[in-house]
């Protein structure tokens, strides 16, 4: 089975939540038979919001290519990183080590229904067009909120430590306002995922599903 190394720190309660859904998502009879993870938690990875929202922020990427080559050097066979925002610097992080990247954009848009899907993601994502040349290839049209203040508020919440029933029944009322499908491209707001009713595609199930494809191939 093949090993790969998580980029952890954007959010550590997302990446323990990614190591969770993991562990869910192998039919496992014994220790041996779960994935391989080598996890390089490092919460001092610059804010993505301030860097790419507010624009006064350090630059994250010195910081991800160095994690990039750390993992590389402990052994990972491929990179991962349960972030939608910090895609953002994929190419740094792609340029720092020959090894695959497990880009969990590609996965998302895999899932995908085509046609409108809703956006409960951070701001930075469209402020970057992240997604963008996944979801024109895929026939993907984005839909944004009218006001993207909650969902920014929502996830510094999250980030707070706070997942309790007032964050998920606001969660709950965002996707409900939303628009049909809903994507959630935020792993702060995958910790809130179990009190929606509507059609939904969390990017980090995604992502579980990249990981596990690859390590078991």
């Known amino acids: 089975m093949k090993t790969v190394g998580i980029l952890g720190g954007m959010g550590p309660e997302a990446t323990v939540l990614l190591m969770q859904r993991l562990l869910a998502a192998v039919d496992a009879q014994d220790d041996a038979d779960h994935i391989p993870l080598i996890v390089h938690q490092n919460p001092a ?28 050097a402990a052994g990972a066979q491929a990179l991962a990183m349960p972030c939608n925002t910090a895609h953002a610097y994929a190419p740094q992080i792609m340029a720092a080590t020959s090894l695959p990247f497990l880009d969990m954009r ?34 993907i049209t ?5 006001d993207e203040g909650p969902v920014l508020s929502l996830i510094r919440r999250v980030k707070t430590g706070d997942t309790g029933p007032e964050a998920h029944a606001e969660m709950s009322a965002l996707a409900k306002a939303a628009e049909g499908h809903v994507l959630i491209a935020c792993t702060e ?3 809130l995922t179990g009190s929606l009713t509507v059609p939904f595609t ?10 596990r494809d690859f390590a078991l191939s």
Request: aromatic share 4%; proline share 9%; with cysteine.
């Open 45 to 72: 990875v610059p804010s993505r919001i301030r860097r790419l929202i507010e624009g006064t922020g350090e630059d994250p990427s010195p910081v991800l290519a160095q994690m990039a080559r750390d993992l590389a």
């Open 189 to 191: 707001l995958s910790l």
């Open 106 to 139: 590609l996965a998302t848009v895999a899932a995908l229904p085509k046609g409108r899907v809703s956006m409960l993601a951070s701001p930075a994502i469209r402020l970057t067009g992240a997604f963008d040349a996944h979801f024109a290839q895929a026939g």
């Open 142 to 146: 984005p839909v944004w909120p009218k």
């Open 202 to 211: 969390d990017s980090l199930d995604c992502l579980v599903g990249a990981i």
